[in-house]
């Protein structure tokens, strides 16, 4: 391919203005479609519309916090409290407008996990220490940092943490104690179903947890108003009704006083922060909780167009949150995409909506907690497993499977590592893994060896990124040149876009001993003054006419070596691509009569 080819498949930048926003539709009132003040009102903020909203976001909120609370096994106060927080104070915080925060269900596994290991009691200086720990880290301005994962990894922990949680909730949901862990839960199903069966109260709140699941995903195509309802809300209205008839016995909601059950940490639980285990629990509650919120966030801006979330005043939102949640000894705080979305689509344009949902959680719960005591446990299992089931998402895996093999490979081997050990050690093993496949697909060298020609020279030809990752093959083509038997050996580097230090000392101890041996060898490196020049000049034929590159950096060329000046006119160009060459994929720039490629 020519370098002018080269260059046209790279496509060419240019500045253009934004467009202009679309007339509103005709109307009777105004049938040519032209702007009116009424159009340019439409963004503006209504009271009336925020309160509405607000309202919507309270329904929705009410059933999450009491069952992430039960789910995360501390009491159902707790989680309220935590949801009066992420109104309160996260809502009323600067970083996003739409989002709202409070207990996810994301969390639940790993704060039950948390409290079965160090008690209840512990769970706030957790809390306490990761807010601090979000507050550190927005103001050290590293919100953005956690935009850098691999996506793969992200939806297999929402995966990792969806699956434990629908099965750790089918045990509730039949009015079951769970046996433990994940691998236990999942083993213990076929058991749960025996016993269910076999039991008719057991069997009655099973058939509630089913509607409630039900309801959850059909609830939406209802008609006309009555989809504006929160399925989760009618779920509990017909949980409570069949709790109250006659002969139906099962559990229901056990609830306290609301200010009784804040609990400050102490001088003794302060004193835990010596322990590694409730340091190590830290780190894992500030890097999930603060990954979920701005993964969060990212989805709840694509759902409306208005302002955008800064994510590093949105962190330490999330920091302040989790700060007072901690000193009153509540369940962690993140964003909430069920939450998020049903402020959107009620129709909020500001803060307000989202910091009243929270004034409302707080007056429900000092006025009518006796209402609470009346909603049965199924109930709010089958909302977590309904959770559960959109973080598991079952159809991103046929899809990843089919985008990129290799990124499934990823994700799911994050969602096995979670469910088989922990959150964090998955989240970890995933990134690893991430980091792995990026490197092995930007370690694309393509190596073509000419070694049966009518010269007297055997040559290798390299392009791309010549790192370590790639020196078997690279050993492999000098070795093959060496063992031609041709007196002379020309090693063309000038395609080769890095070259690491493993790289380079190989090629430098084979031409050393190629030469000691009587053979000579030409060593074409690149040359890295030619290559800013050829970038630079790209640039400015482009249309930026100030655009400068730094200077590519190589090794100093060994004695003997030839640097390039830049392609002549039989220079061959070469491109790095993500995937595979296939072997039957035609050349039509290769002589037919030189060796295969080598990847």
Aim: charged content about 15%.
């Amino acid at each position: 391919m020519s370098g002018q080819h080269g260059r046209h498949a790279q496509g060419t930048r240019t500045r253009t203005r934004p467009a202009a926003p679309p007339p509103p539709p005709p109307s009777p009132n105004n049938p040519a479609g032209k702007p009116t003040s009424t159009s340019a009102r439409a963004g503006r903020p209504n009271l009336a519309t925020e309160i509405t909203a607000s309202l919507v976001v309270f329904l929705v909120a009410l059933p999450l916090c009491i069952g992430v609370a039960v789910a995360s096994g501390v009491p159902a106060e707790l989680g309220i409290i935590s949801g009066v927080i992420g109104g309160l104070v996260v809502g009323a915080a600067r970083g996003s407008t739409l989002q709202v925060s409070g207990p996810a269900a994301g969390l639940a596994a790993l704060v039950a996990e948390t409290v079965g290991e160090f008690g209840v009691a512990s769970l706030g200086v957790i809390v306490l220490g990761s807010g601090i720990l979000q507050i550190v880290l927005g103001l050290v301005r590293l919100g953005r940092m956690f935009q850098a994962i691999s996506l793969a990894v992200v939806q297999g922990m929402l995966a990792g943490i969806g699956l434990p949680l629908i099965f750790g909730q089918l045990y509730p949901m039949s009015d079951s104690k769970a046996p433990g862990t994940p691998l236990e839960n999942i083993a213990g199903v076929p058991g749960l179903v025996a016993d269910t069966l076999a039991d008719r109260q057991a069997m009655t709140a099973a058939l509630l947890g089913l509607v409630t699941i039900v309801l959850s995903f059909l609830w939406k195509k209802m008609p006309g108003p009555l989809k504006k309802i929160p399925a989760a809300l009618v779920a509990v209205g017909i949980g409570i009704g069949v709790a109250a008839m006659p002969g139906v016995d099962v559990k229901t909601l056990q609830v306290g006083n609301l200010l009784a059950s804040v609990d400050m940490p102490g001088t003794g639980q302060l004193a835990g922060l010596a322990d590694v285990g409730i340091l190590t629990a830290i780190l894992t509650f500030t890097v999930i909780a603060s990954a979920e919120s701005l993964f969060t966030a990212a989805a709840v801006d694509r759902m409306h167009s208005g302002p955008r979330t800064r994510y590093n005043a949105e962190l330490i939102a999330q920091g302040a949150g989790n700060t007072v949640a901690g000193l009153l000894g509540a369940l962690p705080i993140t964003a909430v995409v069920a939450r998020s979305s049903a402020n959107v689509q009620a129709g909020a344009k500001t803060r307000i909506s989202r910091t009243l949902h929270g004034l409302w959680l707080l007056a429900f719960a000092l006025l009518l907690p006796q209402v609470l005591a009346l909603i049965p446990i199924s109930v709010l299992a089958g909302v977590l497993v309904h959770s559960g089931w959109k973080l598991f998402a079952p159809a991103e895996f046929p899809k990843m499977w089919r985008q990129d093999r290799g990124e499934f490979a990823v994700m799911t081997l994050t969602t096995l590592v979670i469910v088989a050990t922990a959150l964090l050690e998955g989240v970890l093993i995933g990134l690893a893994a991430g980091v792995v496949l990026a490197a092995l697909r930007m370690s694309r060298t393509v190596i073509r060896q000419d070694l049966d020609g009518d010269d007297d020279v055997a040559q290798v030809v390299m392009a791309g990124n010549a790192t370590f990752l790639r020196l078997p093959q690279v050993i492999e083509a000098l070795e093959a040149a060496a063992a031609s038997g041709r007196p002379g050996i020309r090693l063309d580097l000038t395609g080769v876009t890095h070259l690491d230090h493993a790289c380079r000392n190989q090629v430098e101890e084979f031409t050393a001993q190629q030469r000691g041996l009587g053979t000579r060898v030409e060593l074409l490196m690149p040359d890295p003054t030619a290559k800013k020049a050829s970038l630079d000049k790209d640039a400015r034929d482009q249309g930026f006419p100030d655009a400068t590159f730094p200077e590519a950096t190589f090794p100093d060329p060994i004695e003997g070596t030839v640097l390039s000046s830049g392609p002549g006119p039989d220079a061959e160009w070469f491109y790095l691509d993500t995937q595979p060459v296939p072997d039957s994929y035609p050349y039509p720039h290769v002589h037919p009569d030189r060796g295969p490629l080598v990847h």
